[in-house]
C-alpha cells in the first residue's frame, strides 16, 4: 500500500488561551503502529485533532506528503487519512450502512451517488469491523460498541494510508478490543499506518511498535514498548506504582499495577463530578485533574465551553445535542457519572428551563449521602433565566444539606477535604 508520509513538526495548539498542545514532532510511514498514551489531560485527544486537520495549530506544521495539510483540499486529505473520533453521536436515524457508506464521500464527485464498487467496500469494511449482520438497523438504536465500530468501518471503507483513532476500544468488549486490534496489527503489516490514544497500556504493549508518552501537552518520551514501559516512567507520569514484568507467549512489557492507597489521610477524596456549562467549569477541571482528582462532568451540550475543554482533557462527560434540553437519555447518563463521584460540585453557569435537570441530578447526590458543593461566587438569582425555578432549586439544595461557596480557595479545600464542611 502506497501511502504518503505525515510530518508534525514543532506543534502547538490551544483552545482560547489554554494550550494544550506544546513543541510535538512526529513522524508517520506506511506500516507504522503507533501508541500515543498518558493521564487524563495530558493532550492526546487534541494531538491526534492537530493531524487530523480538526484543530489548526498555533505554531508549527503537519505535512501530509510534504505540503501543508491545512492547504490541502478537505477531500484531497480525506482520501489519504481518516479519523475515528473518541465519542461519536447519532442525532440522524441513518442505517449502519449508510453510516459506512459516508466514508466513500471522498472518492465520489459533486452530486455522484456510491455506485456497486462503493457498496462492495462498504460491505467488506463492515465485515472486518463485525457490524454487516447491523447494515439495515439505523445507528440510533445500536448500543455504543456497536455504533463505534460501524464508526470503525466506515474509517476503513474510506481506503485511506493513515488511520487517526482516539481510544476507539473504550466501548467494546475484550473480545472485540482484541479483533480490533488484530486486524489493524494486520493491515499495517500489509502498509497501513496506524496512530491511536490508548489508556490500556498492556494493550498498547502489545499492538504498538513506537509508543509517544504525553503529560501535559509536551512529549514526556518516545520508543519502543520495551523503552518507554518502565517503572519510574510509570510513576512519574501516571503516578502509580507497579511491576514490568515480560508477557508468558510475547515477551513485550506486561504491567502488573500495585494496589493505591489514598494519597493523605481517610478523609481525601478522589472522584469529582462537576455540574457546569457555559465554560464555567473549564479551568476547575484542569485544576482539579493537576491535583491528582478523577474528574467527570455533565450534563453538557456539545459545543459547549467547557465540553470542548472537557474533550481536550479527556475527561467523561454526560452530553446532549447542541442547543438541546437535557433528554432524560442524558440525565440518567448524568446521573451515572454522580453515582460514581464522592464530590459533586455545581459551579456558577447560567440556568434556564432546559438544564434545570442538572440541579436534580446534584439533589439525587445529596440523597445518595454524596457531598455537594453549590459554587457561588455569583447570586443565583443573578443566573436563574428559568422564571426562579433555578432559585428554587438552590434553596431546597442548601435544606437539604448542599454548602455554599463563594471562594476560589475554600471551594478547592473543601473538595479535597483539607477543611470542615
Known sequence: MEWKTLQAKDLHAAYRDDEVVAGISLTVRSGDFIGVIGPNGSGKTSFLKALSRALRPRRGVVLLGGEDIYRLPAR????????????????????????????????LGRLQAAGPRDLEQ??????????????DRPVTELSGGERQRVIIAQALAQETGLLLLDEPTQHLDISHQLSLLELLAEMCGRGLAVVMVMHDLNLASQYCDRLVVMRGGREFMRGAPEEVLTVSMLKEVFGVGAMVTRHAVTERPHIVFLPMGRRSGDAEVSKVH???GGASGASLMRELLEAGFYVTAGTLNTGDGDEEVGRALEIRMALEAPFSRISEKAHRANLELVAEAEVVVVTDLYFGPGNLLNLEAARTALRAGKRVLLYSPRPIEERDYAGGAATE???????EGALEV????????????????
Open 76 to 107: 484531497e486529505v480525506a482520501r489519504d487519512l481518516a479519523m475515528v473520533p473518541q465519542e461519536t453521536a447519532a442525532s440522524f436515524a441513518f442505517t449502519a450502512l449508510e453510516v459506512v457508506l459516508m466514508g466513500r464521500n471522498p472518492h
Open 406 to 421: 463563594s471562594g476560589r480557595g475554600e471551594l478547592l479545600a473543601l473538595v479535597a477535604g483539607e477543611v470542615e464542611a
Open 393 to 399: 432549586l438552590y434553596r431546597l439544595l442548601r435544606e
Open 274 to 276: 462537576l455540574i457546569c
Open 122 to 135: 462498504a460491505r467488506l469494511s463492515m465485515e472486518k469491523a463485525n457490524v454487516w449482520h447491523l447494515a
